[in-house]
């Protein structure tokens, strides 16, 4: 069966545009997961959805950042006013639920530069 | 913030030879995930050990959890080229998954 997929596999953009990217999540899971991996933080966690439930955003480093997910399914991550320093790999990652029994299983990830 | 820290940062060993490497946290844990990483793409599921279990294998993997310790050590058994990568430990607290620096194994034919 097909893994996670994400959308565009490299992104370029400059200083101050909006970007948007894409996850599809493994068929059948009810939990998805963002987190990037800059060299300078490591791979850090952002935001994650389970259900209809409200989502766990505590990881947004700003309110440029924000992700919504339709129909639970596919989602997407917007950041608006991009800045150097969003520079970094974003992963999206997803799960059967959100449960401490279930593994995480994680997209190729979308490589964000910002000139 | 990274609440793992994965021990040593870097590995270099010869093939078939055994590789370990070694992962502290710092609060309670649901589970502890490790994960394999090949060119700073995607992040590759390995084994998942919940916070009442102390050893699990898979394949040539073993995993230990002394979570009295609050350590994780990861064994790869008879390495091969196909092993070189970066190994992460994760931490889920509260189903997020807090991630390590990683160790970069090397296997030399």
């Known amino acids: 069966g097909a893994g996670v997929s994400q959308s565009p596999s490299n992104k370029v953009t400059e200083k101050g545009k909006d970007v948007e990217l894409r996850c599809d999540p493994i068929?059948?899971?009810?939990?998805l997961y963002w987190y990037r991996q800059s060299l300078g933080q490591g791979l850090e966690f952002l935001i994650y959805?389970?259900?209809?439930?409200?989502?766990?955003k505590s990881g947004l480093p700003s309110d440029r950042f924000s992700a919504e997910r339709t129909g639970g399914s596919v989602s997407t991550l917007t950041i608006q006013r991009t800045q150097q320093e969003d520079s970094a790999v974003y992963l999206c990652?997803?799960?059967?639920?959100?449960?401490?029994?279930?593994?995480?299983?994680f997209g190729p990830g979308t490589r964000l530069t910002v000139l | 913030s990274q609440q793992g820290e994965e021990d040593p940062q870097a590995l270099s060993i010869q093939e078939g030879e055994n590789a370990t490497m070694n992962c502290s946290y710092k609060t309670s844990i649901n589970n502890l995930q490790w994960y394999r990483q090949n060119s700073g793409r995607g992040l590759v599921h390995l084994i998942l050990i919940r916070s009442n279990e102390r050893e699990k294998h898979s394949g040539r993997l073993r995993v230990t959890l002394d979570t009295s310790k609050k350590s994780s050590s990861l064994l790869i058994t008879a390495s091969r080229a196909a092993d070189t990568a970066s190994y992460f430990c994760?931490?889920?607290?509260?189903?997020?998954?807090?991630f390590g620096a990683g160790t970069t194994v090397t296997v030399r034919a």
């Open positions: 994760a931490t889920d607290h509260d189903y997020k998954l807090s």
């Open positions: 990652a997803s799960s059967l639920e959100a449960s401490s029994y279930n593994e995480q299983f």
């Open positions: 959805f389970q259900g209809n439930s409200a989502p766990d």
């Open positions: 068929s059948g899971h009810t939990a």
